[in-house]
C-alpha cells in the first residue's frame, strides 16, 4: 500500500479512529495496530508475513536471551547467534541472486559451465533492509545494556511492524520508539500543523516533483544515456539527484506526519543534505537513521577514530563500503559506497593537514565547498542510479562530455522541478516558521479547506500511475 | 520540510474534524479522481456495469477481459455524476489542464534553435519517392534468400528493443547468413505521444533511406498513457482514447505494410505485481493491440506470455531456459535481462521460418 493512494487514505482513516478509540484499552489498541501494521505489509505481498513474524518472534527470543543471560561469555554467543541470524535473513533473500549470477559470470570467464541456480522467484521482501537493521539496533542495544529487553513480544511486533515506518524508514531505534509505547498517547496534544505540514510536502515532493523528473527526463537518460546529449546527460544527474531526495524524503516526511497524528514520534531523517559543505556534513544531513546506525552499529565497534589516523581512514572506508552494499546486491553501490568512504577518508586527512575548522570557514568558501560537495554526491548518484549496469554509468560519465546538440528533454517543466528540488535546500527557516504559524492561527473550518485544497491541487498535478518509492526495494 | 518549530497541540476530535473536511474538499472536488480509482477496486465485482450505473448510458472503459463493477463504484458513481453535473469538478479540471499545458510546453531548446522548418516538406518528398518505386517494382515472388540476397529484417521500438534485446538481436543475426538485421530503436517512444519521437514520421523516414522485407514492432509499453488530442487530452482506459489509439495504430501499421512483405507485433511482456496499475495497462494494451492487427493482411501480433511469464502466463523474474533457471527480468521487472531477450528472439526466429523458410537456418 503506497502512501500517495486513496486505498491509504481509507486504510489511515480506519487505523487513526480505532487507535484513539481504543486509548483506554492498552493491549486490544497494541493489538490492533499491529493487525493494522502486518495488513498494511500484507498488502504489498502476503508471501513475506510469515517472514516479518519469524524475525519478530527470533529477536524477541533473542533479545531475552542476551537480557536473561549473566555470564559475558553467554551473552556474546546470544549475540553472535541473534546477528548471524538475522545476517543471514538478509543474506540470502537480498544477496542469493547477486551472488549466483557474480558466481556463474566468472566461471563462464574461465570457460567453465554455469552451476550456481539463482532462486526461481522474485524473492526480495519489501523493506527487509530496514527491518532487519533495526532488529540488529534492538539486540546489540540491549547486550550493550542501553536498553532492557522487551518483556512483551506485544510491544516487540508493534515496533517492528509499526506501518508508518515500516518499509522504508526511517529506521527506527527501539530505544526511542519503545518507551513510547510504555504511555499512552495523549489525545490531547496531537502535533497537527506540524503532521499536516510534512505529510502535504511529502506528497507534494514524491507525486509530483519526483515522478515527474523520474518519466520527464532521468529514467529516459538513464535508459539509454547514448541517445541523448550533453546538456540532457547533465540535467538528468542534477534531476536525479532532486529525484531521490524528494522520494525518499518525502517517505519519511509522510511517515513521521501519519506517526504524529497517531500520537508517536519518530526522528528526523533529513536536514536539507544538499546544503552540506563537506562530505561528512551531507552523512549527517543524509538518511540520518541509516548514518548513525552505521556509526554506531559498524564503525564505532570497527575502533572509530580511536585507533589512528589510517585506521579511521579505513573504518570510514569499510563503513561506507558496506553501508553501499546495504542498498542492493549490485557492483554499482559498492561503488558508490566506496566512493563516499574514500571521499570521507580524503576529506578529513586534508581537514587535518590544512587545519581547517568547520566554523572558521569564510563565506565564498563554504558556498565553495556546497557546490563541491553537491557535485560529489551527484557523481556517486550516477552509479547508485545506474543499478545493475556499469556499463551504462560509464556511458552516463561519457555523456556528460558528449556532443552539446539541441536538448528535447529540457523543458519549463524539469528546469523548474530541478530548481525548486535544489531551492527548497536554502530556503530560511523562517518561511517554514511562518508557514507553521499562519497554519496554527487558521480556524478549524480553514484549516481543513487549505489542506483539502492542496490535496485537490496535487491530484490535479499528479501523472498517470504511482511509482512506488524508490527505497522500497532496499 | 521535517522542522523543530513549536506548534500548538490538537485534540483528537479537533484534528478528525480537519482531516474529515480536508478529505470532504477533496472528494467534493476531485469526486470523478475518486469514482475513477473506484472502478479498479476488485472488492464486490458484478459482470453488469449498467446495473449500478443505470443512467450512465455508454460503458467508459476499455473491454478488458477482467471487467464489471464492485461496490466501490456504485456507491462512488452517483456522487461523481452529482458533483459533475453541478459543475464541482471544474477548478480539478482547469487546474489539470493548466498544469498539463506547462508540463507539454515545448523544450527550452526551442527558445534558441530554429525547429526544422524543411522537415514537413522532406517527408512528403520521401512519401512520393517510395510511391513511385512502389509503382515500378515488380510483384515478389517466392523469393529464396540467402547470404548474398538477404532477408532485411528491421527491428523497431522502445527501451524493450534495446538493451539486451538490441544485442541479442544482432548476436543471433550472426548466425543466420541469409538476414541482415536492423535496428530503429527510441527509448520511451510511444504511439501516444508523437511530440517526443513520431514514429509515423521515423518510420517513413526509415523506408526512404532503405528497402526492408519484414519489420518487428517491439511498442506498446509506453502506450498505455494519456493522448493529446486537438480537443485536449483524452485518458487511457476511455472509449475516446481507444478511438484515437486505434486510429493512429492502424495508420502507423498501413504506413508499414505498405513497405513490407511481412510485419509482427510482438506482445509487451507481462509486468512485475509489483506495479500492479501499470501490469493491468499493459495486459489490457496487448488485447487492444491484438484486436488492431488481427484486422491487417500480413501482420501477426505474437504473443509472448507463455515464453516470458510462469506457468500461469503472469511475470516472473527466472525462467527455465535450456534445462537452467536463469534471470529473465531486469530488477525494474520490466525490462528483459540476457536470458529473456535470447527467449524473445527464439519466438520471433520461429515466425520467420515459418514465413521466410529458406532465410532461417535450422
Redesign the interface.
Known amino acids: 500500500m503506497l502512501f500517495p493512494t486513496v486505498e491509504f487514505a481509507l486504510f489511515f482513516i480506519v487505523v487513526f479512529a480505532g487507535n484513539w478509540l481504543l486509548l483506554a484499552y492498552e493491549t486490544p489498541r497494541k493489538i490492533f495496530l499491529t493487525v493494522a501494521s502486518y495488513f498494511f505489509y500484507g498488502f504489498f505481498n502476503w508471501a513475506f508475513l510469515p517472514l516479518l513474524l519469524a524475525v519478530t518472534l527470533a529477536n524477541y527470543g533473542f533479545g531475552r536471551l542476551i537480557g536473561w543471560a549473566n555470564h559475558p561469555q553467554g551473552r556474546s554467543w546470544s549475540l553472535f547467534i541473534a546477528v548471524f541470524f538475522n545476517l543471514g535473513v538478509l543474506a540470502f533473500f537480498k544477496y542469493f541472486n547477486f551472488l549466483t549470477v557474480t558466481g556463474n559470470q566468472v566461471l563462464m570467464g574461465f570457460g567453465l559451465p554455469q552451476v550456481f541456480t539463482p532462486l526461481p522467484f522474485d524473492i526480495l521482501p519489501i523493506g527487509i533492509s530496514f527491518f532487519i537493521f533495526q532488529a540488529l539496533s534492538y539486540v546489540v542495544d540491549v547486550y550493550r545494556r542501553q536498553i532492557p529487553a522487551s518483556k512483551s513480544l506485544l510491544d516487540l511486533m508493534v515496533y517492528k511492524a509499526f506501518f508508518p515506518q515500516l518499509v522504508a524508514g526511517p529506521i527506527v531505534r527501539a530505544a526511542d520508539f519503545l518507551p513510547q509505547l510504555h504511555t499512552t498517547p495523549d489525545p490531547k496534544r496531537i502535533e497537527l500543523t506540524k503532521a499536516t505540514i510534512l505529510i502535504l510536502s511529502g506528497l507534494f515532493k514524491k507525486v509530483i516533483i519526483a515522478n515527474y523528473l523520474a518519466t520527464a527526463i532521468v529514467d529516459k537518460v538513464f535508459q539509454n544515456p547514448t541517445a541523448y546529449s550533453a546538456p540532457e546527460v547533465w540535467l538528468a544527474v542534477y534531476a536525479y539527484a532532486v529525484q531521490i531526495f524528494c522520494d525518499f524524503s518525502a517517505y519519511t516526511d509522510i511517515a513521521i506526519g501519519v506517526a504524529l497524528l497517531l500520537g508517536y514520534r519518530f526522528p528526523i531523517n533529513f536536514n536539507n543534505p544538499y546544503r552540506a559543505d563537506s562530505i561528512q556534513d551531507f552523512w549527517r544531513r543524509w538518511h540520518i537513521s541509516l548514518s548513525t546506525w552505521l556509526r554506531d552499529y559498524l564503525y564505532i565497534p570497527l575502533g572509530g577514530n580511536r585507533k589512528g589516523k589510517v585506521r579511521t581512514y579505513l573504518n570510514l572506508s569499510v563503513t561506507m563500503l558496506l553501508g553501499g552494499l546495504w542498498h542492493g546486491a549490485s557492483w554499482n553501490f559498492v561503488i558508490w559506497g566506496a566512493l563516499h568512504g574514500l571521499g570521507l577518508a580524503v576529506e578529513r586527512f586534508l581537514y587535518g593537514v590544512f587545519k581547517i575548522k568547520d566554523t572558521l570557514k569564510p563565506k565564498w568558501v563554504k558556498v565553495l565547498m556546497i557546490v563541491f560537495t553537491f557535485h560529489f554526491v551527484c557523481f556517486g548518484w550516477i552509479f547508485f542510479r545506474a543499478g545493475n549496469s556499469f556499463e551504462t554509468a560509464l556511458q552516463m560519465l561519457g555523456g556528460l562530455f558528449g556532443p552539446w546538440n539541441a536538448a528535447p528533454l529540457i523543458t519549463p517543466l524539469v528546469l523548474s522541478l530541478v530548481a525548486l528540488g535544489i531551492w527548497m535546500h536554502f530556503w530560511p527557516s523562517r518561511w517554514s516558521d511562518r508557514v507553521h504559524e499562519t497554519f496554527d492561527r487558521m480556524p478549524l473550518a480553514l484549516k481543513g479547506a487549505v489542506a483539502g485544497f492542496i490535496l485537490v491541487l496535487i491530484s490535479a498535478m499528479t501523472p498517470e500511475g504511482v511509482m512506488p518509492f524508490i527505497y522500497f526495494k532496499f | 520540510?521535517?522542522?523543530?518549530?513549536k506548534?500548538?497541540?490538537?485534540?483528537?476530535l479537533?484534528?478528525?474534524?480537519?482531516?474529515?473536511?480536508?478529505?470532504?474538499?477533496?472528494a467534493v472536488?476531485?469526486a470523478k479522481?475518486?469514482n475513477k480509482?473506484a472502478e479498479d477496486i476488485k472488492i464486490g465485482k458484478t459482470d453488469n456495469k449498467e446495473a449500478a450505473a443505470p443512467n450512465q448510458g455508454q460503458s467508459t472503459e476499455v473491454p478488458s477481459g477482467d471487467r464489471g463493477i464492485g461496490v466501490f463504484y456504485a456507491l462512488t458513481n452517483p456522487w461523481a455524476q452529482a458533483s459533475e453535473s453541478l459543475g464541482l469538478g471544474g477548478?480539478?479540471?482547469s487546474?489539470?489542464t493548466a498544469?498539463r499545458d506547462?508540463?507539454g510546453?515545448?523544450?527550452?531548446?526551442t527558445w534558441f534553435?530554429l525547429p526544422d522548418l524543411n522537415a514537413l516538406g522532406k517527408i512528403a518528398q520521401a512519401e512520393r519517392d517510395i510511391a513511385l518505386e512502389k509503382q515500378l517494382k515488380t510483384p515478389a515472388g517466392e523469393v529464396i534468400y540467402s547470404k548474398e540476397k538477404p532477408l532485411r529484417v528491421l527491428m523497431i521500438g522502445d527501451?524493450m528493443a534495446?538493451?539486451y534485446t538490441a544485442q541479442v538481436f544482432f548476436s543471433t543475426m550472426k548466425n543466420q547468413p541469409a538476414i541482415e538485421p536492423h535496428l530503429l530503436q527510441?527509448?520511451?517512444s510511444t504511439l501516444s505521444e508523437p511530440k517526443?519521437f513520431d514514429w509515423p514520421v521515423e518510420i517513413v523516414r526509415a523506408f526512404a533511406e532503405k528497402t526492408y522485407d519484414v519489420v518487428f514492432i517491439l511498442l506498446g509499453s509506453n502506450d498505455a498513457?494519456?493522448i493529446r488530442t486537438p480537443k485536449g487530452y483524452v485518458?487511457?482506459g476511455t472509449p475516446e482514447w481507444l478511438t484515437e489509439y486505434s486510429d493512429r495504430t492502424h495508420k502507423f501499421l498501413n504506413s508499414i505494410l505498405s513497405h513490407v512483405k511481412r510485419a509482427y507485433w510482438v506482445a509487451v511482456p507481462p509486468m512485475?505485481?509489483?506495479?500492479p496499475?501499470?501490469r493491468d495497462?499493459m495486459k489490457s494494451l496487448n488485447q487492444i493491440l491484438d484486436g488492431i492487427c488481427a484486422s491487417h493482411e500480413n501482420l501477426r501480433f505474437i504473443p509472448v506470455a507463455d515464453i516470458l511469464g510462469d506457468k500461469n502466463q503472469n511475470?516472473?523474474?527466472?525462467?527455465?531456459v535450456d534445462g537452467?533457471?536463469?534471470?529473465v527480468r531486469?530488477?525494474d521487472?520490466i525490462h528483459l535481462e540476457y536470458w529473456g531477450a535470447v527467449l524473445l528472439m527464439r519466438r520471433m526466429i520461429d515466425n520467420l521460418a515459418v514465413d521466410f523458410p529458406s532465410a532461417v537456418k535450422k
Open positions: 520540510m521535517e522542522t523543530d518549530v506548534t500548538k497541540k490538537y485534540s483528537v479537533y484534528v478528525t474534524g480537519v482531516l474529515l473536511l480536508a478529505l470532504g474538499t477533496l472536488l476531485d479522481g475518486f480509482w477548478l480539478h479540471k487546474m489539470k498544469f506547462f508540463a510546453a515545448p523544450p527550452v531548446s534553435f527501451s534495446g538493451l527510441k527509448v520511451s517526443y498513457q494519456s485518458n487511457f512485475t505485481p509489483t506495479l496499475g501499470y495497462r511475470y516472473s523474474t527466472t525462467l527455465p537452467k533457471v536463469q534471470v531486469m530488477t521487472g
